[in-house]
Protein backbone atom coordinates (compact mmCIF):
# COMPACT_ATOMS: atom_id res chain seq x y z
CA UNK A 1 0.00 0.00 0.00
CA UNK A 2 2.81 2.42 0.88
CA UNK A 3 4.69 1.46 -2.39
CA UNK A 4 1.20 1.89 -4.39
CA UNK A 5 1.09 5.62 -2.49
CA UNK A 6 4.34 6.53 -3.02
CA UNK A 7 4.39 5.63 -6.68
CA UNK A 8 1.14 7.62 -7.04
CA UNK A 9 3.04 10.95 -5.83
CA UNK A 10 5.83 10.82 -7.93
CA UNK A 11 3.37 10.17 -11.13
CA UNK A 12 1.43 13.49 -9.74
CA UNK A 13 4.24 15.46 -9.43
CA UNK A 14 5.45 14.92 -12.87
CA UNK A 15 1.92 15.54 -14.48
CA UNK A 16 1.20 18.45 -12.30
CA UNK A 17 4.13 20.86 -13.78
CA UNK A 18 3.32 19.99 -17.21
CA UNK A 19 -0.46 21.74 -17.12
CA UNK A 20 0.03 24.60 -15.22
CA UNK A 21 -2.67 28.13 -15.22
CA UNK A 22 -1.33 30.84 -17.32
CA UNK A 23 -2.94 34.87 -16.43
CA UNK A 24 -3.72 36.91 -18.95
CA UNK A 25 -3.57 40.38 -18.66
CA UNK A 26 -5.66 43.86 -20.46
CA UNK A 27 -6.06 46.87 -19.38
CA UNK A 28 -9.86 47.94 -17.91
CA UNK A 29 -11.39 50.34 -20.31
CA UNK A 30 -9.40 52.57 -23.30
CA UNK A 31 -10.44 55.96 -24.24
CA UNK A 32 -9.70 57.68 -27.91
CA UNK A 33 -10.53 60.19 -29.88
CA UNK A 34 -12.42 59.61 -33.37
CA UNK A 35 -10.04 59.11 -36.07
CA UNK A 36 -7.27 58.16 -33.92
CA UNK A 37 -4.93 54.94 -33.07
CA UNK A 38 -5.28 53.12 -30.13
CA UNK A 39 -3.35 50.58 -28.78
CA UNK A 40 -4.83 47.86 -26.98
CA UNK A 41 -2.29 45.86 -24.09
CA UNK A 42 -2.33 41.96 -24.06
CA UNK A 43 0.38 39.82 -22.14
CA UNK A 44 0.62 37.22 -19.94
CA UNK A 45 1.87 35.17 -16.93
CA UNK A 46 2.96 31.86 -17.24
CA UNK A 47 5.78 29.79 -15.00
CA UNK A 48 7.19 28.04 -17.89
CA UNK A 49 9.85 29.98 -20.32
CA UNK A 50 8.00 31.57 -23.48
CA UNK A 51 7.06 28.46 -25.83
CA UNK A 52 7.88 28.59 -29.64
CA UNK A 53 4.28 27.83 -29.90
CA UNK A 54 2.74 30.58 -28.14
CA UNK A 55 -0.63 32.00 -29.76
CA UNK A 56 -2.52 35.30 -29.11
CA UNK A 57 -6.33 35.19 -30.32
CA UNK A 58 -8.54 38.66 -29.87
CA UNK A 59 -12.28 38.82 -30.49
CA UNK A 60 -14.47 41.74 -30.23
CA UNK A 61 -18.04 42.61 -28.98
CA UNK A 62 -19.95 45.49 -30.25
CA UNK A 63 -21.71 47.65 -27.78
CA UNK A 64 -25.18 46.35 -27.64
CA UNK A 65 -24.57 42.88 -29.00
CA UNK A 66 -24.47 39.21 -27.20
CA UNK A 67 -22.54 38.04 -29.98
CA UNK A 68 -18.75 38.16 -30.17
CA UNK A 69 -16.76 37.77 -33.73
CA UNK A 70 -12.67 36.69 -34.13
CA UNK A 71 -10.76 39.41 -35.28
CA UNK A 72 -7.42 38.14 -34.83
CA UNK A 73 -4.80 35.56 -34.53
CA UNK A 74 -1.06 34.57 -33.69
CA UNK A 75 -0.35 31.34 -34.05
CA UNK A 76 2.56 29.22 -35.26
CA UNK A 77 5.07 32.26 -35.81
CA UNK A 78 2.92 34.49 -38.07
CA UNK A 79 -0.15 37.22 -37.31
CA UNK A 80 -3.92 36.55 -39.12
CA UNK A 81 -6.58 39.16 -39.18
CA UNK A 82 -9.56 38.11 -39.72
CA UNK A 83 -10.40 39.69 -43.45
CA UNK A 84 -14.18 39.52 -42.75
CA UNK A 85 -14.35 41.61 -39.60
CA UNK A 86 -14.91 45.09 -39.16
CA UNK A 87 -11.48 45.52 -38.37
CA UNK A 88 -9.59 43.91 -41.38
CA UNK A 89 -8.01 47.26 -42.80
CA UNK A 90 -7.39 48.97 -39.65
CA UNK A 91 -5.87 45.83 -37.02
CA UNK A 92 -2.11 45.69 -36.90
CA UNK A 93 -0.10 43.58 -35.00
CA UNK A 94 2.43 45.61 -32.51
CA UNK A 95 3.34 42.65 -29.79
CA UNK A 96 5.97 40.83 -29.50
CA UNK A 97 5.04 37.14 -28.82
CA UNK A 98 9.09 35.93 -27.34
CA UNK A 99 8.12 39.19 -24.50
CA UNK A 100 4.91 37.48 -24.07
CA UNK A 101 3.12 40.59 -25.60
CA UNK A 102 0.27 40.37 -28.07
CA UNK A 103 -0.59 43.80 -28.44
CA UNK A 104 -2.98 45.09 -31.21
CA UNK A 105 -3.34 48.45 -32.96
CA UNK A 106 -6.99 49.89 -34.00
CA UNK A 107 -6.49 52.41 -36.20
CA UNK A 108 -8.72 55.01 -37.86
CA UNK A 109 -11.45 55.00 -34.79
CA UNK A 110 -15.30 55.18 -35.54
CA UNK A 111 -17.99 55.67 -32.67
CA UNK A 112 -18.70 52.29 -34.40
CA UNK A 113 -15.73 50.86 -32.99
CA UNK A 114 -17.31 50.93 -29.09
CA UNK A 115 -17.36 47.23 -27.52
CA UNK A 116 -15.16 45.34 -25.17
CA UNK A 117 -12.19 43.38 -27.07
CA UNK A 118 -10.99 39.68 -25.48
CA UNK A 119 -7.42 38.69 -25.67
CA UNK A 120 -6.75 34.96 -25.09
CA UNK A 121 -3.13 33.41 -24.61
CA UNK A 122 -1.49 30.20 -24.96
CA UNK A 123 1.48 29.16 -23.57
CA UNK A 124 1.96 25.37 -23.99
CA UNK A 125 1.83 23.56 -21.82
CA UNK A 126 0.20 26.58 -20.50
CA UNK A 127 -2.60 26.26 -21.80
CA UNK A 128 -5.67 26.89 -18.72
CA UNK A 129 -6.29 30.20 -17.89
CA UNK A 130 -8.95 32.56 -18.20
CA UNK A 131 -9.47 35.18 -21.04
CA UNK A 132 -8.74 38.70 -20.38
CA UNK A 133 -11.16 41.99 -21.87
CA UNK A 134 -10.61 45.84 -22.37
CA UNK A 135 -13.13 48.16 -23.13
CA UNK A 136 -13.06 50.60 -25.64
CA UNK A 137 -14.97 53.76 -25.55
CA UNK A 138 -14.62 56.53 -28.53
CA UNK A 139 -15.38 59.88 -27.87
CA UNK A 140 -15.46 62.71 -29.87
CA UNK A 141 -13.73 65.23 -27.00
CA UNK A 142 -11.60 62.83 -24.16
CA UNK A 143 -13.30 63.11 -20.87
CA UNK A 144 -11.19 64.27 -17.65
CA UNK A 145 -8.98 61.20 -17.06
CA UNK A 146 -9.16 59.50 -14.04
CA UNK A 147 -5.88 60.41 -13.51
CA UNK A 148 -6.22 64.49 -13.93
CA UNK A 149 -8.59 64.03 -11.06
CA UNK A 150 -6.60 62.31 -8.82
CA UNK A 151 -3.95 64.58 -9.77
CA UNK A 152 -6.09 67.58 -8.80
CA UNK A 153 -7.42 65.66 -5.17
CA UNK A 154 -3.81 65.25 -4.35
CA UNK A 155 -3.12 68.96 -5.42
CA UNK A 156 -5.49 69.75 -3.15
CA UNK A 157 -4.96 67.66 0.01
CA UNK A 158 -1.01 68.53 0.00
CA UNK A 159 -2.42 72.72 -0.63
CA UNK A 160 -4.77 72.00 2.95
CA UNK A 161 -1.85 70.23 5.01
CA UNK A 162 0.21 73.17 4.24
CA UNK A 163 -2.51 75.44 5.03
CA UNK A 164 -2.73 73.50 8.03
CA UNK A 165 1.05 73.77 9.00
CA UNK A 166 1.09 77.41 8.63
CA UNK A 167 -2.24 78.16 10.84
CA UNK A 168 -0.37 76.08 13.50
CA UNK A 169 2.59 77.39 13.42
CA UNK A 170 0.94 81.23 13.43
CA UNK A 171 -0.85 80.08 16.26
CA UNK A 172 1.90 78.94 18.31
CA UNK A 173 3.75 82.32 17.92
CA UNK A 174 0.12 83.96 18.59
CA UNK A 175 0.41 82.21 22.15
CA UNK A 176 3.48 82.78 22.40
CA UNK A 177 3.79 86.44 21.56
CA UNK A 178 0.64 86.48 24.61
CA UNK A 179 2.78 84.47 26.82
CA UNK A 180 5.35 86.70 26.81
CA UNK A 181 3.30 90.13 26.90
CA UNK A 182 1.91 88.84 30.01
CA UNK A 183 4.72 87.89 31.58
CA UNK A 184 6.13 91.13 31.09
CA UNK A 185 3.19 92.75 32.18
CA UNK A 186 3.41 90.83 35.56
CA UNK A 187 6.96 91.48 36.37
CA UNK A 188 6.40 95.04 35.48
CA UNK A 189 3.31 95.17 38.06
CA UNK A 190 5.24 93.34 40.89
CA UNK A 191 8.82 95.57 40.25
CA UNK A 192 5.82 99.30 40.59
CA UNK A 193 4.55 97.24 43.84
CA UNK A 194 7.95 96.47 45.51
CA UNK A 195 8.88 100.47 44.69
CA UNK A 196 5.55 102.03 45.74
CA UNK A 197 5.86 99.84 49.23
CA UNK A 198 9.49 101.11 49.80
CA UNK A 199 8.13 104.65 49.59
CA UNK A 200 5.80 104.23 51.80
CA UNK A 201 7.65 102.95 54.83
CA UNK A 202 7.95 105.20 57.75
CA UNK A 203 11.21 107.03 58.38
CA UNK A 204 12.67 105.33 61.80
CA UNK A 205 14.26 108.02 64.21
CA UNK A 206 17.97 106.76 65.20
CA UNK A 207 17.76 105.33 68.42
CA UNK A 208 18.69 108.23 71.64
CA UNK A 209 18.61 110.65 69.07
CA UNK A 210 16.79 113.07 71.91
CA UNK A 211 20.95 112.90 73.61
CA UNK A 212 22.01 114.62 70.44
CA UNK A 213 20.05 118.08 71.32
Avoid at 20 to 25: G, L, S
Avoid at 185 to 191: A, P
Wanted: charged share 20%; aromatic share 12%.
Amino acid sequence: MLAFLALASIALVGIAPQCQAIVIYTGWERHALVGSDVRLSCSFFSWRWTSEDVTFSWSYRPDGSRDSISIFHFTGGAPYVDNKGPFRDRLEFVGNPSRRDGSILIKNLDFNDNGTFTCDAKNPPDIVGRPSSVRLLVFENLPVQAGVITGAIIGAVLGLLVLIVVIYYLMRFLVARRVFNLSVSKHGKKGKGKEGSQQRQPRRTPPFSFLSS
